[in-house]
């Protein structure tokens, strides 16, 4: 029901933007986030949107960098990350949740993943 895309390779201090899709029902009253997993390392907050008001939340690494968003209309939302960094390098996941955008373990739907690969 989320997919997530917009990954790829990209050199350090440039951007991508990540998208995901949801299907199958509205998500609109929802919050949804990123979350990302290095290798070898736990899954991690990125950023999170809250359906209703649309605040927005950051983790401190991404902050400055990277803007999520959202468009009720297309049931898509957005992270747009610049000025990208080697520690970047994750695979980027999308989820949706009835609570809070920041408790992974309060996440209802994932997508599967996209891989953002920041180089030196």
């Known amino acids: 029901q989320l997919q997530a895309s917009g990954g790829g390779l990209v050199q350090a201090g440039g951007s991508l933007r990540l998208s995901c899709a949801a299907s199958?029902?509205?998500?609109?009253?929802?919050?949804m986030g990123w979350f990302r997993q290095a290798p070898g390392k736990e899954r991690e907050f990125v950023a999170g949107?809250?359906?209703?008001?649309?605040?927005?939340y950051y983790a401190d690494s991404v902050k400055g960098r990277f803007s999520i968003s959202r468009d009720n209309a297309k049931n898509t939302m957005y992270l747009q990350m610049n000025s990208l960094k080697p520690e970047d390098t994750a695979v980027y996941y999308c989820?949706?949740?009835?609570?809070?955008?920041?408790?992974?373990?309060?996440?209802?739907?994932w997508g599967q993943g996209t891989l953002v690969t920041v180089s030196s």
């Open positions: 949107i809250r359906g209703t008001g649309g605040m927005t």
């Open positions: 989820g949706v949740t009835r609570w809070g955008p920041e408790d992974m373990e309060s996440y209802d739907y």
């Open positions: 199958g029902r509205t998500f609109s009253s929802y919050a």
